[in-house]
């Protein structure tokens, strides 16, 4: 019996002898089957010829990748919080030198992830740190593998330890989950945020999508809610999914600013003229 990987989504399957006969999360719009077919991996193989890079984000926010690149390529951030570690987001590739790197900055008190693209291998990560894993409710019919560690929470906001909350915002996933730490941004606050608010080449904005990969925007009530259930929370910087996808200053503005330009684009309204 195996843990297959999808190659594609990086995601880990319950364990079986033979590799899934599809990926629901890559055939789903908001993600692909690669045109060459649905390919399938394991822990063991990717480890032979993938390792893993760690670099500080920002103090007390470690940044986790795997290289070469696999899968969606994001990185995992170990936010460092004196109640404990939390993962946000998650890697497919897990092996000793990481484990020992984590273990090294406290270990991982619980891992919560933005949506479905980054559930990744976090049932193997939790079983390695012995962590508790949150993901919101709305997004249950997308885990791939099932473990007693995986806590489905309700509702707009859950809070967390030394403040840190997260916050459902929906948009690319119903469950699209940001979390709020307070004490980053020299306590000025940041938001991590994966591909829910999804940070441009353009650092001064962010944007946000249905599907990223086949290009299908979202609606304006959807925008709309993203806005109303940040609005609470301050926050001076976003942390992306992707390495240096971040805005580094005045991001709570950088996301109003984001927003009505989109809203502006879908409803074909003028730059001067009113955004509803
Ligand atoms: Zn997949
Ligand atoms: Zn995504």
């Known amino acids: ?3 297959f990987i999808c190659v594609q989504c990086g995601t880990q399957f319950d364990a079986t002898a033979e590799p899934p006969p599809r990926c629901l999360i890559c055939e789903d719009e908001r993600q692909f089957v690669h045109y060459g077919g649905q390919q399938w991996t394991t822990l063991e193989r990717l480890a032979a010829d993938h390792h893993n890079r760690y670099e500080d984000e920002a103090p007390q926010l470690l940044g986790i990748s795997t290289e070469p690149e696999f899968a969606i390529g994001q990185r995992a951030l170990l936010l460092q919080s004196p109640g404990g570690n939390l993962l946000w987001d998650c890697i497919s590739v897990l092996h000793e030198r990481t484990i020992a790197e984590v273990k090294a900055r ?8 933005s949506h479905p693209h980054f559930y990744s291998s976090i ?3 939790a079983d390695h740190f012995d962590a508790q894993i949150f993901l919101h409710v709305a997004d249950r019919e997308w885990v791939m593998r099932k473990s007693p560690r995986i806590q489905f929470w309700e509702g707009t906001t859950f809070p967390l330890w030394d403040g840190l909350t997260l916050v459902n915002c929906g948009g ?6 940001v979390l709020h730490w307070p004490a980053g941004a020299n306590v000025k606050g940041a938001l991590l945020t994966g591909d829910i608010i999804t940070v441009v080449q353009d650092r001064r904005y962010v944007s946000f999508m249905r ?7 979202l609606g304006t009530a959807a925008i709309h809610r993203i806005l ?10 976003i942390y992306g999914g992707w390495w240096k996808a971040n805005v580094l200053s005045d991001a709570k503005a950088a996301v109003t600013r984001s927003a009505q330009r989109y809203l502006r684009a879908i409803t074909g309204t003028s730059a001067d003229g ?3």
């Open 1 to 3: 019996m195996e843990n």
């Open 106 to 113: 406290g270990g991982i008190r619980a891992i919560a992830i």
């Open 123 to 125: 049932v193997e990560w």
């Open 172 to 177: 690319h996933f119903d469950g699209g989950t």
């Open 211 to 217: 599907s990223y990969p086949n290009l299908v925007p």
């Open 228 to 237: 109303e259930t940040i609005e609470p929370f301050p926050f001076e910087q």
């Open 274 to 276: 009113p955004v509803r």
